[in-house]
């Protein structure tokens, strides 16, 4: 099952994606649906017509770096030996068309498309073997980066977490869905031009692993996300 937000004249709701077309359920609440599917209520919509908006706003969002073999060579840096945590603020996450707006602190906006990780319930210290039993779905995100405030600034608050740096959907789709996640290609395109063509298997650490090591520093909620890293060819 595919679930996203839609904007509709009296205000936003739950829309299942079935065929092309987004079929408008009760309810504005997608965490909710992703766990009990509301009845349909209203006319079809379809998809070049529908206004997309966020799924949702994680209370937490996590960012994973240099997570792909091929990116990290790219960069000149080292597989990590364990994962390279990071914050992005949750006023970051914006609809999945954007707009995305370049703040006053920085002049070189970076792209990196991601598969982003929806937790799907309470996550402490789950064994790697357990960990994908706590994903509640998948989805698309972008992963905005100020790359001059990231060599200048080791947290990477700036460099993250502006507001507009997580374009996230258009959808989340349930594990269901996904027989294998690290079998799942990520591409991004950049005016037309195909930038980034690579694959989940190249991550360092799959989505198991990151589960249950972020589980293991700290507690993960419902509606929380990892944004799960990038594969090659991002601007910088």
């Known amino acids: 099952m ?28 997608l965490l909710a649906a992703l766990v009990d599917t509301p009845p349909r209520s209203g006319d079809p919509v379809e998809l070049d017509d529908a206004v997309i908006l966020a799924p949702f706003r994680p209370g937490t969002l996590l960012g994973i770096g ?7 060579a790219e960069l000149g840096a080292e597989p990590p030996s364990e994962p390279h945590v ?12 954007g707009p995305v707006i ?3 602190f920085t002049d070189e906006l970076d792209y990196e498309g991601e598969l982003a990780v929806v937790i ?14 706590y994903v509640g779905g998948y989805a698309i995100i972008d992963d905005i980066s100020a790359r001059d405030r990231q060599r200048s600034e080791p947290r990477w ?4 977490g502006g507001d507009t740096f997580a ?3 258009p959808w989340v789709t349930t594990p269901d869905e996904i027989e294998d996640p690290q079998s799942l290609s990520i591409r991004t395109w950049v005016n037309g031009d195909l930038r980034q063509d690579g694959t989940t298997a190249d991550m360092i650490f799959g989505v198991a692993e990151l589960i249950a090591y972020c589980s293991d520093q700290f507690t993960l909620s419902a509606g929380d996300i990892i ?4 594969p090659s060819g991002v601007g910088a």
């Open 2 to 29: 595919r679930l996203c937000r839609i904007q509709l004249p009296d205000g936003p709701t739950v829309a299942t994606v079935e065929e092309g077309r987004l079929l408008p359920r009760a309810g504005a609440d």
């Open 66 to 72: 240099h997570n792909y073999r091929e990116h990290a």
């Open 86 to 97: 990071f914050v992005k603020l949750s006023s970051s996450v914006t609809a999945p068309g």
């Open 102 to 104: 370049r703040p006053g």
């Open 120 to 133: 799907g319930r309470e996550a402490r210290r789950v064994p790697v073997e357990d960990a994908l039993g």
């Open 157 to 160: 608050v700036r460099a993250k």
């Open 167 to 169: 374009p996230l959907g």
């Open 227 to 230: 944004a799960t890293g990038t």
